[in-house]
């Protein structure tokens, strides 16, 4: 890893916000009303901690792979739970930040994309815990809406700074700027100062600071810690920069370009290969994603140094019985499924994110907890852990309390249609707009504006989503009630079905390699000769009776073209 190592010490990052500079205009947090103290589990109100990381594949932990060293992440799933069911309903840094911290689906709350979404009239879960007598922070990305590092309401403790960040202090300037003295900033409680170090650590050093130093310790407290860690592109600390040097990373067997990998995927997968977002050419690079994964996962070593940091404090200050840590991503990364990099898709490696709790004595310890939890689900869940017993009337998620501590068991968790939405965005024109629903183990995939295929997939039967069941005969069923069902879900709350978009501002990023992969065919099953006499069949909403038609070698309706129907005419 030499060039890591150069890249290091150069701070050769190459990720820098896309997001337009302007005020946040918010509203402040309605009251709530705190439940009384009998219906908190513990003596005093708990403390929560939320770590969230970026990007991080749902199965890049230790304990799920072997190769990856992550022993904090791991005592937690060892000492609490660990859910391999959490999911994003928006595969996407801000959508997804603003769902987590809004309870609200992105139709609803407006951030549908990483650039100049407005934040306007909206209110923050935090709010709700400051109400009811908690200290609460946030430290690290908030990268949601418009691109300002400016405190938001809800949070007596502020520390973030502008869209992605920077690894190391001067990474991204250029090397004028470096010369002339200048780093990039931070914003805390207000004011700009300087990012003097690595970020992961000084996020942490400011965490820890705050609570060892600055909190009340008469109130309970809401820490939100924000990693920049692992976004693209990872760079890691110093003493993590060989970690990896000997490990092979292996990728997932639909990386490689077979036609078997890619029998009944939509064209735009296929087409994508060759893209930013695609194995073949991510980022726009020649570089292999096993040799990525190793800056990837020593970046993340940084982050659980950090999660240890925090655990060695509970456990001093007597505090793990009345604190829950909750470890997790805000979206899912794919590395090379089905051709694909990165996230923004409907497929499990994008929409699944890494998910551990931990409080011990609450949350029942060394367990593998099947319930699926949404991003969408934390703030009521979040709210009834605190012991506030009224929700917010604009919260759409689920309160998953009783799931987390057992009090109801995964088996007999009942939760919503999982629906997933992505709305399609200029600067990475590659991914189309994404509708999905998943009911029990079907998960039905539509694309909206463009020529390609729908999915349809038994993800328990087959969790890589290599079949896709949309044309089996036996599933014409699951695949009418899931487009009904996907419809009327995806209503906003004006009941109106909008597709929401930001202002274009450049081409996006467009590029191929120039000797890479070409354009994927039309699937064979469209090709036909002309003058079909059932040619209208395709617009018509399927049923039964259409399908039955098509087996019997029937049009459904029959369908003429002008010059054929003039010779059906009988002549006088």
Request: proline share 8%.
């Amino acid at each position: 890893m030499g060039k890591l190592h150069k890249a290091i010490l150069g701070t050769a990052a190459t990720f820098a916000a896309m997001a337009l500079s302007a005020p946040a205009v918010l509203a402040s947090a309605p009251a709530v009303t705190p439940a009384p103290a009998s219906a908190t589990p513990t003596q005093h109100p708990r403390n929560i901690i939320f770590v969230l990381v970026d990007d991080l594949r749902f199965d890049g932990m230790g304990f799920l792979n072997p190769a990856v060293h992550t022993p904090n992440i791991d005592r937690l799933a060892r000492e609490g739970a660990y859910f391999p069911n959490g999911v994003t309903t928006s595969s996407l840094c801000s959508p997804s930040r603003a769902t987590i911290l809004t309870g609200m689906t992105a139709r609803n709350h407006g951030v549908v994309d990483n650039n100049n979404s407005s934040e306007d009239g909206l209110t923050y879960f935090p709010g709700y815990l400051h109400q009811a007598g908690y200290q609460t922070a946030f430290i690290g990305k908030w990268h949601m809406g418009n691109d300002t590092d400016a405190p938001r309401p809800g949070f007596d403790k502020w520390i973030s700074f502008k869209g992605q960040g920077h690894y190391y202090p001067t990474g991204d300037l250029p090397p004028a700027a470096v010369a002339a003295g200048q780093v990039n900033m931070l914003n805390i409680d207000g004011k700009e100062v300087p990012q003097k170090g690595y970020i992961t650590d000084e996020l942490t050093d400011y965490a820890m600071n705050w609570l060892e130093r600055e909190r009340d310790p008469k109130k309970p407290f809401f820490l939100y810690l924000s990693h920049k860690a692992v976004h693209s592109d990872p760079l890691p600390p110093p003493r993590y920069a060989h970690q990896y040097d000997a490990t092979r990373f292996e990728l997932p067997a639909s990386a490689a370009n077979t036609p078997e990998n890619y029998k009944g995927k939509p064209r735009w997968v296929y087409d994508q290969r060759n893209t930013w977002h695609g194995i073949d050419f991510f980022y726009n690079s020649d570089m292999k994603m096993t040799e990525y994964l190793k800056y990837y996962f020593a970046t993340l070593s940084a982050v659980d140094d950090s999660l240890g940091r925090i655990l060695a404090y509970l456990r001093k200050h007597h505090l793990e019985k009345d604190t829950l840590v909750v470890f997790t991503s805000d979206n899912g990364f794919q590395i090379g499924d089905h051709g694909l990099i990165d996230k923004r898709t409907a497929y499990e490696a994008s929409v699944r994110v890494p998910l551990v709790m931990w409080e011990p004595g609450t949350v029942p310890s060394g367990t593998v907890n099947r319930g699926r939890v949404r991003g969408l689900d934390f703030a009521p869940t979040f709210l009834n852990a605190a012991g506030i017993s009224q929700m917010p009337a604009q919260f759409e998620g689920q309160n998953a309390w009783p799931l987390i501590t057992g009090a109801i068991k995964p088996a007999e968790w009942k939760p919503t249609d999982f629906i997933y939405e992505y709305y399609w965005e200029w600067t990475f024109p590659e991914t189309p707009t994404t509708f999905a629903i998943t009911r029990g183990n079907l998960k039905y995939i539509q694309y909206h504006g463009v020529y390609d295929r729908e999915e349809l997939y038994d993800v328990a039967a087959d969790p890589t989503e290599m079949h896709n069941l949309i044309d089996d005969p036996k599933h014409l069923g699951d695949k009418i009630t899931l487009r009904a069902a996907l419809y009327a879900d995806l209503a906003n709350k004006q009941g109106k079905h909008a597709i929401p978009f930001t202002a274009r501002q450049s081409i996006g990023a467009v590029r191929r390699n120039r000797n890479g992969t070409g354009a994927a065919p039309f699937p064979e099953e469209w090709l036909v000769e002309p003058n079909q006499r059932d040619r209208l069949d395709d617009i018509l909403p399927d049923s039964q009776a259409k399908q039955d038609a098509h087996a019997a070698g029937h049009p459904f309706v029959n369908s003429p073209t002008v010059d054929q129907q003039l010779k059906d005419i009988p002549e006088k």
